[in-house]
């Protein structure tokens, strides 16, 4: 009976592991194919491997259920390496990687955040592919999920943050 128990015990918690929604990440160019069909808004995190704040944004923020959950449904997510080796197409322009000296980076990087490689930044484009905002800094998933619905709901073409932020209803703290 107690090995039956500590087996039963041990699926269930792997099962609510592996069940937990994970956010759907898609290669640049993959996401920028779909939103041809389907239109919605990109979601970039700018990332480098080495940089602590986007480690902790992904353990954190990106691997909240709720989040991860909201983000697939309303928004295309790309993970973007701010140091990232291989091209990407982007607006009939190919973006490559760089070196000078001891500095590397991405050209598209350093183009959406206009030559200031700030690591985590979040970036939202538009479902025209139009740079909407950036945004530098770790963000909570408190934070994270007030900012993504603002930018789902389109709210920012009718009332200013503060507006927004005074009415919004957390799913993470109701």
Known sequence: MKKTLVTFTLFWVTFQINSQEKVNWLSFEKAIELNKKNPKPILIDIYTDWCGYCKKMDKETYANTIIAKYINEYFYAIKLDGEGKEDINFKGKTFTHKQE?????HELALAFLEGKLSYPTTLFLTKKEDLLQKIPGYLSKE???KILAFFKTEAYNDK???EFEKNFKSALNP
């Open 143 to 145: 934070r994270f999920e």
């Open 160 to 162: 200013t943050w503060e």
């Open 101 to 105: 000296g001891r500095t590397q980076y």
